[in-house]
T-cell receptor
Framework: AAGVIQSPRHLIKEKRETATLKCYPI?????VYWYQQGPGQDPQFLIS???????DKGSIPDRFSAQQFSDYHSELNMSSLELGDSALYFC?????????????FGPGTRLTVL | SQQGEEDPQALSIQEGENATMNCSYK?????LQWYRQNSGRGLVHLIL?????REKHSGRLRVTLDTSKKSSSLLITASRAADTASYFC???????????FGKGTTLSVSS
C-alpha cells in the first residue's frame, strides 16, 4: 500500500539559510499534518491542512510557513534557520471521512542546521 | 501542554517476556492511538482504540483504555528483539485536528 512520502530524507543547512520540505500524502487522504521531533523528544504538532486550507496551528515559529496544494501535497518552508531547528520533521496524512483522525506518518526529514 | 504522560520512560526485558507500557492523558478523548518508532526513524501506527472501547487486540498487542482514569496501557506479549523501539501514545487535541504525543517509553528487548 502507498505510504506518505517525504523529501528530502536528509537536509543539511547553515544558520540563516532557508529550507523547503515536501510531503505527499497517501492517495485520497485530504488532511496533512506537520510535526517536529527534537532529539530525545516526543513529536510536537506544527500545523495542519484540510482540503488546502489551514485547519490548525500548533507551535510553529513565525519563520516557518506551509501550504497544501491542489494535488494535496504539502510543503513546509523554513527561513532564517537556527541551530535549534535541527530535528526530525514528520508529515502525516489522514482521511477526514474516517472520523477518528487516524494519522499515518511519513519516514521524516532529518534537518541538520550547522 | 502535555496531553499524554507515559511510564515507564524506559523498560528492559528479555525476549519472550511481556512488556507493559502505560499512558495517562488529561482531557476527554475521541480515541487514543499508539505508535512505534525505531531509533531516529518514522512513526508506525500500531493501534487505535475508540473512547467507547475498553480493550482491543492486534496480533501480539493488547491495548486497554480506562476513560474514568484517563489512562491506557499497551501490552506486548512474547516480546522479540525486533520490538526494541520507542512507543508513544497520542490523543487528539480538542479540535480533533492534531495529535498530542506522550513522552514515550523506550523498550529494549534483549535476546
Amino acid at each position: 500500500a502507498a505510504g506518505v512520502i517525504q523529501s528530502p530524507r536528509h537536509l543539511i543547512k547553515e544558520k540563516r539559510e532557508t529550507a523547503t520540505l515536501k510531503c505527499y500524502p497517501i492517495p485520497r487522504h485530504d488532511t496533512v499534518y506537520w510535526y517536529q521531533q527534537g532529539p530525545g523528544q516526543d513529536p510536537q504538532f506544527l500545523i495542519s491542512f484540510y482540503e488546502k486550507m489551514q485547519s490548525d496551528k500548533g507551535s510553529i515559529p513565525d519563520r516557518f510557513s506551509a501550504q497544501q496544494f491542489s494535488d494535496y501535497h504539502s510543503e513546509l518552508n523554513m527561513s532564517s534557520l537556527e541551530l535549534g531547528d535541527s530535528a526530525l520533521y514528520f508529515c502525516a496524512s489522514s482521511f477526514s471521512g474516517s472520523g477518528y483522525n487516524e494519522q499515518f506518518f511519513g519516514p521524516g526529514t532529518r534537518l541538520t542546521v550547522l | 501542554s502535555q496531553q499524554g504522560e507515559e511510564d515507564p520512560q524506559a523498560l528492559s526485558i528479555q525476549e519472550g517476556e511481556n512488556a507493559t507500557m502505560n499512558c495517562s492523558y488529561k482531557t476527554s478523548i475521541n480515541n487514543l492511538q499508539w505508535y512505534r518508532q525505531n531509533s531516529g526513524r518514522g512513526l508506525v501506527h500500531l493501534i487505535l482504540i475508540r473512547s467507547n472501547e475498553r480493550e482491543k487486540h492486534s496480533g501480539r498487542l493488547r491495548v486497554t483504555l480506562d476513560t474514568s482514569k484517563k489512562s491506557s496501557s499497551l501490552l506486548i506479549t512474547a516480546s522479540r528483539a525486533a520490538d526494541t523501539a520507542s512507543y508513544f501514545c497520542a490523543t487528539g487535541n480538542q479540535a480533533g485536528t492534531a495529535l498530542i504525543f506522550g513522552k514515550g517509553t523506550t523498550l529494549s528487548v534483549s535476546s
